[in-house]
């Protein structure tokens, strides 16, 4: 019944099946252990962060609105309009949000067929540049309570030419 052969092939089965379980552990201790500073253990930084200096940062030059203006790129605001575009049609047809033909010196909320939330109310009565530029920057923290989920363009240079861009379609 048991002959020497089976016996082999047992005893190999299972150091075969103890073999495969240790190199287990060992990848996955490998992928998985945090290495030096895990569990408690004490390491020294590689670099240093500074969080600070207690001196006041140096506050931007304030470029007035015109000026900015002035300097406006419609073409270099056609590429920004690439991040509108997920909702914002220019071919006169809504979409996710309402269509941006002639939005320049538009009233707020005026494109019928489109279900405003009407906390576009508090930017004032027309799309004007300057309502524009302070909206584009952040619509959530200008009309709160605004269904935009668009975080908003943070640069005043990209902000201008997407308005010189939209004043090109008007």
């Not at 962060?49 to 270099?76: C, H, N, Q, R, Y």
């Not at 979409?95 to 320049?104: E, F, I, M, R």
Request: with cysteine; hydrophobic share 40%; proline share 4%.
């Amino acid at each position: 019944m048991f002959d020497t052969m089976t016996m082999t092939k047992v005893v190999g089965g299972v150091c075969g099946a103890l073999l495969i379980y240790l190199l287990g552990k060992w990848a996955a201790e490998t992928v998985y252990h945090g290495g030096a500073g895990a569990h408690g253990e004490e390491h020294a930084a590689a670099y240093v962060i500074e969080a600070g200096s207690d001196e006041p940062a140096e506050a931007e030059p304030e470029v007035d609105f015109a000026t900015l203006m002035a300097s406006a790129d419609a073409g270099k605001g056609e590429k920004v309009f690439g991040k509108c575009k997920a909702c914002h049609k220019i071919d006169g047809s809504n979409a996710t949000g309402p269509h941006l033909d002639g939005v320049v010196n538009r009233g707020i909320g005026a494109v019928d067929g489109f279900n405003y939330s009407g906390a576009l109310q508090q930017v004032g009565d027309n799309w004007t540049p300057e309502n524009l530029f302070h909206f584009i920057e952040n619509p959530k923290g200008t009309a709160p309570g605004t269904t935009m989920s668009f975080k908003g363009l943070p640069k005043a240079e990209d902000r201008v030419n997407l308005i010189a861009y939209l004043e090109t379609i008007s």
